[in-house]
């Protein structure tokens, strides 16, 4: 079964950076889609950054140019490298996987099928 583990939450002041890492285990296929989802209190959760086997990326809008997505696939981990970061950043950070390579173009939380615990990132003023 497919296990995702996120970690690298924290807390950090406006401007700063972290990097959230997810540990991925479990997929049989070559074929894959990742994401990084993130759910404020009183809100729904919204996606933030995904990427295929290919490689290709796709951001929302509020996190361009300030997120980077990656993976490593020879240690099956996936990553969020987030810069300039703001108060309305803060939230839970959920890491999401799919066995299909279309879904990276959904950032949608009902395309995806295996979900990570979250890890808490906290942005102040």
């Known amino acids: 079964q497919v296990q995702l583990v996120e970690s690298g939450g924290g807390s950090v002041q406006s401007g700063g950076s972290l990097r959230l890492s997810c540990a991925a285990s479990g997929f049989t296929g070559s074929r894959y889609s990742m994401a990084w989802f993130r759910q404020a209190p009183g809100k729904e959760r919204e996606g933030v950054a995904s990427?295929?086997?290919?490689?290709?990326?796709t951001y929302a809008d509020p996190v361009k140019g300030r997120f980077t997505i990656s993976q490593d696939n020879a240690v099956n981990t996936l990553y969020l490298q987030m810069n300039s970061l703001k108060p309305e950043d803060t939230a839970v950070y959920y890491c999401?996987?799919?066995?299909?390579?279309?879904?990276?173009?959904?950032?949608?939380?009902?395309?995806?099928?295996?979900w990570g615990q979250g890890t808490q990132v906290t942005v102040s003023s």
């Open positions: 990427i295929n086997n290919a490689g290709a990326t």
């Open positions: 999401a996987g799919s066995d299909s390579s279309a879904t990276y173009w959904f950032l949608v939380r009902g395309r995806w099928r295996y």
